[in-house]
Nanobody, 124 residues
């Protein structure tokens, strides 16, 4: 399983932007689909976005579509989540998940490796 480390979270005002990164040391990371999930206090973990191993296919939750962009740099073993026009309801701990499959998925159970999470707080 890949070791994943998220970074880039923080406190931002509504309307602002953040870019999250998910870095892995394992070379096989480039063969894995990756997804971002988030969990707000008192709520279940929910799907945010996913990207295929090659980066050619992406998918977003309706709540973030047109505001968030997922991308990857397989040469650097990093996946990014660019978050624009942030809203208070985007406040959550954001987790990246990877592999072992190469096809993108929205399902928590399809991912075997998880990062520790990074906090995103959007103030109104």
């Amino acid at each position: 399983q890949a070791q994943l480390v998220e970074s880039g979270g923080g406190l931002v005002q509504a309307g602002g932007s953040l870019r999250l990164s998910c870095a892995a040391s394992e070379r096989a990371f480039s063969r894995y689909a990756v997804a971002w999930f988030r969990q707000a206090p008192g709520k279940e973990r929910e799907f945010v976005s996913t990207i295929s191993s090659s980066g050619s296919w992406t998918y977003y939750a309706d709540s973030v579509k047109d505001r968030f962009t997922i991308s990857r740099d397989n040469a650097k073993n990093v996946v990014y989540l660019q978050m624009n026009s942030l809203k208070p309801e985007d406040t959550a701990v954001y987790y990246c998940a990877a592999g072992p499959r190469g096809y993108a998925s929205t399902q928590i159970g399809d991912f075997g490796s998880w990062g520790q999470g990074t906090q995103v707080t959007v103030s109104s």
